[in-house]
């Protein structure tokens, strides 16, 4: 039986659906704070923005590092979302932990193990990212590096691995996620923006990540995504993440067998009592 792990005050686990969403990086407090709004006007409930932010490049934008951090503190007053923002330096953990309610292990830091071992000395909840070519198993052993510190709070993401193909970004691995609820109890969301790399597929990938039985989405959305000044390519905009929001909700509601009918089909709930 998969655990609930809470973000603030948002369930994660087998009773509940929820959507992280939000902007790659934090730019400016006025694109972080419209981005909130928005994504929370359409049923988000925990807000996802980069502070620290690894690049393949040493030129590529990095972040606005404290900066960034003072600009989530406002923004989360103000509309009162938990924030996830990923944490690349453990040197880092106490001024993040101040801010957020729960950090991000992004894929490249999947195997560092210095950095889990001390997440797991701390109550935070961690979501971590499946590395770009890591194994379920490792991924499993990487979680186990919290877990034995005595952190339980762990939600896993599957946000594809590299293989040969190249029509997209990663390959989405959908199979990890009902392997993952088969071999641990830990809740499971899906990050289908770095799958996609473009923005085009995020809606289906993220009706496939649903279909598969994932708790949750991790989702980018930005104001102006041309404007982005990282993985602009992939980020929904802020005007279309109702409808996009909508679409999922409906699918999740019929697959977890809500009462409310979903585009005309019948919820099983009351197939079986018909």
Request: glycine letters at 8%.
């Amino acid at each position: 039986m998969t655990d609930t792990v809470h973000i603030g005050d948002v369930p994660f686990g087998p009773s509940h659906f929820t959507t992280i969403a939000g902007p790659c990086a934090v730019e400016s407090r006025e694109m972080a704070l419209q981005t909130a709004l928005a994504v929370q006007a359409a049923g988000a409930r925990v807000l996802r923005a980069g502070v620290f932010k690894p690049r393949s490049s040493p030129r590529s934008f990095q972040g606005l590092g404290t900066r960034a951090l003072d600009i989530l503190h406002e923004v989360k007053a103000t509309t009162g979302m938990p924030v996830v923002t990923e944490l690349t330096d453990v040197r880092r953990l106490e001024e993040v932990a101040d801010i957020a309610d729960a950090v991000q292990v992004g894929a490249r830091n999947m195997h560092n193990y210095a950095l889990l071992t001390e997440l797991g000395r701390t109550e935070l909840p961690v979501l971590l990212k499946r590395g770009l070519s890591a194994t379920v198993d490792e991924l499993l052993l990487a979680a186990e590096y919290v877990l034995c510190e005595g952190n339980e709070r762990v939600i896993l993401c599957e946000r594809g691995i590299r293989t040969f193909e190249s029509a997209y970004r990663f390959t989405l691995d959908v199979a990890a996620v009902a392997v993952l609820h088969e071999r641990t109890h830990l809740p499971v969301v899906v990050d289908p923006s770095h799958a996609a790399g473009r923005r085009a597929l995020v809606l289906p990938l993220s009706l496939a990540a649903v279909a598969v039985g994932a708790d949750g989405l991790l989702v980018e959305v930005h104001p102006a995504p041309h404007l982005a000044l990282c993985d602009g390519d992939q980020a929904l905009r802020t005007d279309e993440f109702a409808a996009y929001q909508r679409q999922v909700q409906r699918l999740g509601a019929f697959i977890r067998g809500c009462e409310a009918e979903v585009d005309g089909l019948v919820p099983e709930t009351e197939l079986e009592s018909a």
